[in-house]
């Protein structure tokens, strides 16, 4: 698939088919997130997978009752790792563990959007009981919910801003 192409096509998915993903997907989605750049290759990100639907359901109403999160075939929380960042000071910790962890996000959905499926970025949820859920330790810091699966419906594509607006040529 083009790259070009999939950035355009890709949607916000927020219905799924209730199907399993196939292994091989899954270690392909996992390859895209650690391929992902990152800076001084530190790799400051830990992302859980999951499959189990209970704990799902759980991720679900920590993301203030994004029930759909909960249908998916899998959900990937996609957290920094403040030890790793810490190697670049406050600002490691508190932005380049971010880029990474989103460069990764994009990879993956980017990958997933190749193989049909479909994904959303969440970032609406509480911390807090996200790390309880998932019994996380205190190094690592969730920042994005990812459900990844089949898409039940794709939304139509989304306007976005003139290209003059979104840029500044100096």
Not at 7 to 27: A, G, M, Q
Not at 40 to 51: A, H, I, W
Request: glycine share 6%; charged share 25%.
């Amino acid at each position: 698939m083009d790259v070009s192409i999939a950035v355009k096509e890709r949607r916000s998915i927020r219905s799924f088919l209730r199907k399993e993903l196939p292994e091989e997907t899954i270690r392909e989605l996992v390859d895209a997130l650690r391929w992902a750049p990152s800076a001084g290759n530190l790799q400051s990100r830990k992302f859980y997978f999951v499959r189990d639907g209970n704990i799902k359901q759980q991720l679900a109403a920590a993301a203030l009752h994004q029930s759909f999160i909960a249908h998916a075939g899998l959900v990937v929380v996609c957290c920094t790792d403040s030890r790793i960042g810490r190697h670049y000071g406050e600002r490691g910790v508190d932005l380049y563990s971010i880029q990474d962890v989103s460069a990764s996000i994009m990879c993956m959905m980017l990958v997933a959007h190749e193989k049909g499926l479909g994904t959303c970025w969440v970032g609406a949820f509480r911390e807090e009981e996200v790390a309880v859920i998932l019994h996380m330790p205190d190094h690592l810091r969730p920042v994005a919910i990812v459900p990844v699966g089949y898409p039940a419906k794709a939304p139509p594509r989304t306007s976005r801003v003139p290209a003059e607006e979104a840029t500044v040529f100096v």
